[in-house]
């Protein structure tokens, strides 16, 4: 009866209805055939490359303002993220180098890679497995990585990663041994009246359990801004809220410049936005260069031009759009949520919160 009502409301009749008939869901395409298939044989691989650079920026401008300096390490995470892109994708991007990869957050909890350093260490440094091991399928339940083996290192039985990039873990998470989300979060929770309730309830599990490592997804997207104006006009913006806000700001000096400093960090993600989704658009273009395939060749042409649009102005096409919307997506659940590892089919940014 409520549907009819519904339907009514908007002038659609019952004889309309009788037209309407039941189709077959289509099969996929033969090009997203292939990518799922290859996605469900590989292992979940995690590398150091965006982490690296995160952690490399992050302590380059030590000293500037926090919200600033944050935004400097994310952007320089997303504009070093090597590009890699199948010939039969349309929509392109992802979190690593890898289909299907991750990578460490030892800035939000460290504590975890630490409690392990000596161990990774000492795995890393033994010889490999003989050959037979080393080319065993190892893994159960999504690709997940669940013991050693070869030149692989297994990281809490789920991820996979080169023994060459365990050095770089250690070294990274040493740096945030007690400054991490999760250090600082304990260290002013425990000054707070029943806060021993709390973690005797958070140790006996009767309530979920903190996120810090294991990813509870919760973002709220504002895709409007990006999509309407694009990167570079979003940038636009930036300058002339910063023009606003900063200084006096009408009187707010304090929490004026505050906003100034928001737009500021603004800026640099959006960089960093523009600098990751042109890097695809080179890369496209190096591969087009190199392939014989007229029709690979024409596909890498055609994602080159998307990338190129998409990194500095508003989608012109769905599918610019819809490569974009990507894009913000990976972007953000990447480093918005508050896990040390996020793992996707695809990387992260604060265009959530700073947009």
């Known amino acids: 009866m409520k549907l009819q009502e519904i339907l009514k409301a908007r002038g659609i009749t019952d004889e309309q209805l009788k037209e309407v008939q039941e189709q077959d869901i289509p099969a996929a395409a033969e090009s997203f055939q292939r990518i799922m298939d290859i996605y469900y044989l590989l292992k979940v691989t995690a590398d150091m490359e965006s982490a690296y650079w995160y952690n490399r920026v992050w302590w380059e401008n030590d000293g500037d303002l926090l919200e600033v300096r944050r935004a400097k390490a994310v952007a320089a995470s997303l504009a070093h993220s090597t590009p890699t892109i199948l010939p039969y994708e349309k929509l392109v991007m992802n979190k690593t180098k890898h289909l299907r990869g991750a990578f460490p957050f030892p800035w939000v909890c460290a504590s975890f890679f630490n409690s392990l350093a000596e161990s990774l260490m000492e795995e890393a440094e033994a010889p490999a497995e003989n050959e037979a091991d080393s080319v065993s399928v190892v893994g ?25 990039d365990i050095p770089v873990l250690v ?36 309530v979920m359990f903190d996120s810090f490592a294991i990813p509870q997804g919760r973002e709220v997207m504002n895709y409007y801004m990006p999509l309407q104006y694009g990167f570079d006009g979003i940038l636009e913006l930036c300058d002339e809220k910063i023009a606003e806000t900063m200084g006096e700001a009408g009187g707010d000096g304090v929490l004026g410049m505050n906003r100034g400093y928001y737009y500021a960090a603004m800026k640099e993600i959006v ?5 990751w989704c042109e890097n695809y658009a080179r890369k496209a273009e190096d591969l087009a260069s190199r392939e014989p395939d007229e029709a690979y060749k024409k596909n890498y042409l055609e994602i080159a031009q998307v990338m190129h649009n998409i990194a500095h102005k508003r989608p012109s096409t769905f599918r610019e759009a819809l490569q974009m919307t990507l894009c913000l997506h990976l972007g953000v659940v990447s480093k918005r949520r508050p896990s040390v590892w996020s793992v996707h089919r695809s990387s992260g940014s604060g265009i959530a919160t700073l947009l």
Not at 140 to 163: D, L, P, Q, W
């Open 140 to 164: 159960a339940g999504g690709g997940n990585v669940t013991e050693s083996y070869g030149e692989v290192i297994s990281i809490a039985k789920k991820f996979g990663m080169r023994k060459e």
């Open 171 to 206: 070294k990274v998470s040493k740096y945030w041994d007690g400054i991490s989300v999760e250090d600082i979060s304990t260290k002013y929770a425990k000054t707070l009246p029943g806060f021993e309730q709390f973690q005797n309830i958070m140790d006996s599990v009767l």
């Open 271 to 275: 960089k960093g936005l523009n600098q």
